[in-house]
């Protein structure tokens, strides 16, 4: 079992920056080989996939998320990172982190991750 853990969340401006963090404990011996996600969940919509990093830091971003958004893996403390700039009023969400040990690859199916984290909420305003 992988436990999954976010924190970052919070109320920032239009066009500020915020950090989200995700620390993985548990059973993470091959933590380095896994596939990392962020996802999110507007009020109302579907969750989405936001962006993705492999072993080999192959990345990939949504369309809205590219360009702003980066994701990073630290293999050694077992966090995966995403550090938003120039947030805008629609990345208003709850942010989840989630696995993929069984991928090495980029995977985009929410069925392709096996763990979830509890989720941090992010706030835009105006």
């Not at 996600?37 to 109302?44: E, H, L, M």
């Not at 805008?88 to 690859?105: H, K, L, N, S």
Request: charged share 20%.
């Amino acid at each position: 079992q992988v436990q999954l853990v976010e924190s970052g969340g919070g109320l920032v401006q239009a066009g500020g920056s915020l950090h989200l963090s995700c620390v993985a404990s548990g059973d993470t011996t091959n933590f380095n080989t896994f596939t990392m996600a962020w996802f999110r969940q507007a009020p109302g919509k579907d969750r989405e996939l936001v962006s993705v990093i492999t072993w080999t830091d192959d990345t990939w971003y949504s369309e809205s998320a590219k360009g702003r958004f980066t994701i990073r893996k630290d293999n050694g403390w077992k966090i995966t990172h995403l550090q938003m700039e120039t947030v805008r009023i629609e990345d208003t969400a709850v942010y989840y982190c989630a696995a993929a040990p069984r991928f090495g690859y980029i995977v985009r199916s929410q069925s392709s991750y096996d763990y979830w984290g509890q989720g941090t909420q992010v706030t835009v305003s105006s």
